[in-house]
């Protein structure tokens, strides 16, 4: 089956400091990544929608100059943190939308990267 | 605008029994739906989808829904329980690529919990 990875699966990092996460499909193209965050004990919340070779579209409430996101190829999207505070703390989830076929509405979901501001 | 409801935050079981876990939908047009599983610190993995096929769809580990427009429903059964089901579930919605939409929307979760 499709594979989605995450890069890194977990980041300690000081408060005001940059993070960048990586979120690569494996054995498939994808034009188009989504990046989800979750919170302790809570929903997937759409952050971004990233389409390759375009802007991302931000979800009303998501500050995109916190949360910049790069979609350069087909089979890798970024998200950098810029200024990290730790409310920005949480669990980052990547998906990403295999691209034409009978699956295409499918998404495939990394395994997530635990980010902790201090 | 799309929206799901889980109803239960937590849900119980013994090991054995009956697992049920139920998603309530609304959408505009005929959704696509999905459950996923989540085991602690991971991504989500998918049980099943809906896609305007069959009702009663099948999916991994035994586990099935059945999709009911009429009270637009698509809960999640497995008939017995083992103590590897205890995750945390998720019922999702988005619509069908053809109407140009691809968002997939997330109900709140619940946490299944098996009892030996």
């Known amino acids: 089956g499709a594979v989605v990875s995450q890069h890194p699966s977990r980041v300690i990092c000081k408060s005001g400091t940059s993070v960048k996460i990586e979120c690569r499909s494996l054995?498939?193209?994808?034009?188009?990544m989504f990046w989800y965050r979750q919170f302790p004990k809570k929903s997937l919340m759409l952050m971004a929608t990233s389409n390759e070779g375009s802007k991302a579209t931000y979800e009303q409430g998501v500050e995109k100059d916190k949360f910049l996101i790069n979609h350069a190829s087909l089979t890798l999207s970024t998200l950098t943190v810029t200024s990290a505070h730790p409310e920005d703390s949480s669990f980052y989830i990547c998906s990403a939308r295999y691209v034409g076929g009978g699956d295409s509405y499918e998404q495939y979901f990394g395994p997530g990267t635990r980010l902790t501001v201090t | 605008a799309q929206s799901v409801t889980q109803l239960g935050s937590h849900v119980s079981v013994s090991e054995g029994a009956l697992v049920l876990l139920r998603c309530n939908y609304s959408?505009?047009?005929?959704?696509?739906l999905f459950w996923y599983v989540q085991y602690p610190n991971q991504g989500l993995q998918l049980l099943l989808k809906y896609t305007s096929a069959a009702t009663l769809v099948k999916g991994i580990n035994d586990f099935e829904a059945e999709f009911k427009k009429s009270e637009t429903s698509f809960h999640l059964t497995k008939p017995s329980a083992h103590m590897s089901d205890a995750a945390e579930y998720f019922c999702?919605?988005?619509?069908?690529?053809?109407?140009?939409?691809?968002?997939?929307?997330f109900g709140a979760g619940t946490r299944l919990f098996v009892k030996a």
């Open positions: 959408s505009s047009v005929p959704p696509y």
């Open positions: 999702a919605v988005s619509d069908p690529p053809n109407t140009g939409g691809f968002k997939t929307i």
């Open positions: 054995d498939f193209q994808a034009t188009t």
